[in-house]
């Protein structure tokens, strides 16, 4: 008959059930959905020499805890900014966000004209369209994501809801 070291067969018996355990773990639950979905990121068209350009886009939180976009940069700008649009009195006021923007759990948080966006400071090249402008964005859970924004003809809105 023959026999193993003890020591090797505790070995073999280990990495065995480790081995099923991690398998099973792997057919057992589908792959997670990122709590933060990035939709419909769009930017204007700039003219030669523009010193900024807008960027927007939706950011829905899925998961069960706040998150908070908390910065973003970009290789196509010197630097990229949060920023709210917003009406003081009858006057339109635009101020740069420094702690950023919280998202609720189960909610949406539109980054449009007129409200808050992205501001591209001192973009490295216009903005053509047709093309598309990289940014990466900074949460506080949900880590880096980098956006391809669809860059629009010069004096594009919203796209239409889906």
Known sequence: MNTFPRPLLSAAIAISTVSALFAASLL?????????????????????????????????????????????????????????MRMDGDMMRMRRLDDGLAIAPNATLELKPGGYHLMFIKPTHPFVAGETVTATLRFEHGGMREVRFEVRPLGSGAPPKR
Do not use: C, Y
């Not at 979905?37 to 807008?54: D, H, K, L, N």
């Not at 069960?64 to 700008?77: E, K, V, Y």
């Open 28 to 84: 057992a639950a589908p792959p997670a959905k990122p709590a933060l979905m990035i939709e419909a990121p769009w930017t204007r068209a700039t003219p030669p020499q523009a010193p900024v350009a807008g960027g927007f886009l939706t950011i829905r939180n899925n998961g069960r805890r706040a998150d908070h976009l908390l910065s973003a940069t970009s290789p196509d700008a010197e630097r990229v900014e949060i920023h709210e």
